[in-house]
């Protein structure tokens, strides 16, 4: 009878959840069998999401770090660009630079994208003949769904806008799409700070050279793609300064923003109105306009120009948002 009685505790245990089980022995000080298949799964499980990850290599001297905390990782580590240190070894880092990017680890793959940064800051000339290689190994790093690999790429992208400037050129393309493309996402530390990543391409890339680049975007199929991109073409524009946008050709630049003024996200058509606002200011300097009572005096006026460059429905809402500011202008005056 006890025999009967035992087994058909042990039966009723085999039944209940796992955590059951753990409640119950812990609360009667009993034992339950380990489940050893389950046990080494959630093991490897455990340590999978518990392992402490180091985006950046040993810091020197003074060097300091912000902390990010991610989901299944207790702690991440991100170097500010002015608090990174000069490196001890040059010539050997540059050595093992392109392996280490291409590295199946993914701390050594932080570790050299912050040695990208240090010889962008201190060495930038040093890494001039292999800039498209680390480039391209860089968009890879872009594209990895580790967020501490992701975002430590995004600042590598910055540090190298800044150093390199138009010699960036050749290979942006990629590197543009990518930044884009996290800028757009909803993981926010990535996203915030892909954006100051395209802030500094449009600071430190000629406008010349970066406005073609970024106009094929303002069609893309995404629409937070297409709103990242018309607020790069904004601040890149009056870079151009007044001679520049004319060269450039102004007409192009109003068909431009007349087109993202329609477009589906808030983002874009603010980006759209501001470049219309600068487009008139400079339109009239370069115009020299002054007000004169001949029955000409509106031939070239802003309003004349945008209806002989755009459709009569795009001239309309170009009008509409340029004269609402301005008059907002007068009345705050």
Not at 31 to 39: L, M, Q, S, V
Request: negative net charge; charged residues 25%.
């Amino acid at each position: 009878m006890q025999e009967v009685m035992s087994e058909n505790a042990l039966r009723d245990l085999n039944t209940i959840p796992g955590s059951e089980k753990k409640n119950e022995s812990s609360s009667k000080g009993g034992f339950t069998k380990p489940y050893i298949g389950t046990a080494t799964e959630n093991l490897e499980e455990f340590q999978k999401k518990n392992s402490v990850s180091l985006v950046s290599p040993p810091m020197n001297g003074n060097e300091t770090a912000n902390t990010v905390l991610e989901t299944g990782i207790p702690e991440v580590e991100y170097i500010e660009s002015e608090n990174l240190n000069d490196l001890e070894d040059v010539d050997t880092s540059l050595k093992t630079l392109l392996a280490g990017l291409e590295s199946k680890d993914w701390v050594l793959v932080c570790e050299a994208l912050n040695n990208v940064r240090r010889i962008s800051i201190f060495h930038k000339d040093a890494m001039l003949d292999i800039l498209g290689d680390v480039i391209l190994l860089v968009v890879k790093s872009l594209k990895n769904p580790r967020s501490a690999v992701c975002k430590t790429a995004i600042m590598t992208s910055a540090d190298i806008f800044n150093a390199y400037n138009d010699h960036i050129i050749d290979s942006l393309d990629p590197m543009l799409l990518q930044l884009l493309l996290k800028s757009s996402q909803d993981k926010r530390f990535v996203c915030e700070a892909a954006e100051r990543a395209l802030v500094a391409m449009t600071k430190w890339v000629s406008p010349v050279l970066l406005l073609p680049k970024l106009q094929p975007y303002l069609k893309h199929k995404n629409p937070r793609i297409r709103a990242k991109t018309s607020t790069c073409f904004c601040r890149s524009v009056p870079r151009l300064g007044v001679d520049g946008i004319k060269a450039y050709g102004i007409d192009k630049l109003i068909q431009i923003a007349a087109s993202q003024l329609s477009d589906q996200l808030p983002e874009s058509r603010e980006a759209a109105r501001i470049l219309l606002l600068e487009l008139q200011t400079v339109y009239e300097k370069f115009h020299d306009l002054t007000p004169t009572v001949s029955e000409h005096s509106d031939m070239g006026s802003w309003e004349n120009f945008c209806q002989s460059k755009l459709s009569p429905l795009s001239a309309q809402a170009v009008l509409r948002v340029t004269n609402i500011a301005r008059e907002g202008l007068v009345l705050g005056s």
